[in-house]
Antibody
């Protein structure tokens, strides 16, 4: 059974940093691209970042480029999101999500974690 | 960026009736070399993560009831729920994965009339 478990969320002041983690199990982690998708309270879904299975390529939304960094440790089956220079508008539930197709670079998502809430406020 | 626009923003349908949600992309998401539309549909219930319903615009995800179907090509797509059940009350999103940044529609809330 595929499982994705996020951690690392919490309350942080504007300008601060957080690192989110996503522990994956139940599939060959290194074979699939992974993404972070966020959802602000009461709002829709926003893709944040993606990384190929090998970790060789990363992709970012313009809203986080230069502030956030995605990475993965395939030996630990874990995905990360380092978030720096946080702003109030980064407040959201952050989901990690698994690509449904290992043959394409970045895709739709067949498994999602339950999410971790990041609140940026003074 | 490819902008995804859903319509309507919300709809209320009687139990057992058909619900139809539209999604329009600002540019084609049909990849000519594979003849596939890079378009997915999700269902999200309150307090839960999204659930993949449809990928490649019309392929139903394993375990998804056949009451859900997807259609369309190029820039215009439709998600249909053939006979609305109480458990289908949710917000539905379309998403393109033709190119980064991946983008979602704004969501359509489906309720019971």
């Amino acid at each position: 059974e595929v499982q994705l478990l996020e951690s690392g969320g919490g309350l942080v002041q504007p300008g601060g940093s957080l690192r989110l983690s996503c522990a994956a199990s139940g599939f060959t982690f290194s074979s699939y691209a992974m993404s972070w998708v966020r959802q602000a309270p009461g709002k829709g879904l926003e893709w944040v970042s993606a990384i190929r299975g090998s970790g060789e390529s990363t992709y970012y939304a313009d809203s986080v480029k230069g502030r956030f960094s995605i990475s993965r440790d395939n030996s630990k089956n874990t995905l990360y999101l380092q978030m720096n220079s946080l702003r109030a508008e980064d407040t959201a539930v952050y989901y990690c999500a698994k690509d449904f197709d290992m043959m394409i670079v970045v895709a739709a998502f067949d498994y999602w974690g339950q999410g971790t809430l990041v609140t940026v406020s003074s | 960026d490819i902008v995804m626009t859903q319509s309507p923003d919300s709809l209320a349908v009687s139990l057992g009736e058909r619900a139809t949600i539209n999604c329009k992309s600002s540019q084609s998401v049909l990849y000519r070399s594979t003849n596939k539309n890079y378009l997915a549909w999700y269902q999200q219930k309150p307090g839960q993560p999204p659930k993949l319903l449809i990928y490649w615009a019309s392929a139903r995800e394993s375990g998804v009831t056949d009451r859900f179907s997807g259609s369309g090509s190029g820039t215009d797509f439709t998600l249909s729920i053939s006979s609305l059940q109480a458990e289908d009350v949710a917000v539905y999103y379309c998403q393109q994965y033709y190119t980064t940044p991946l983008t979602f529609g704004q969501g359509t809330k489906v309720d019971i009339k």
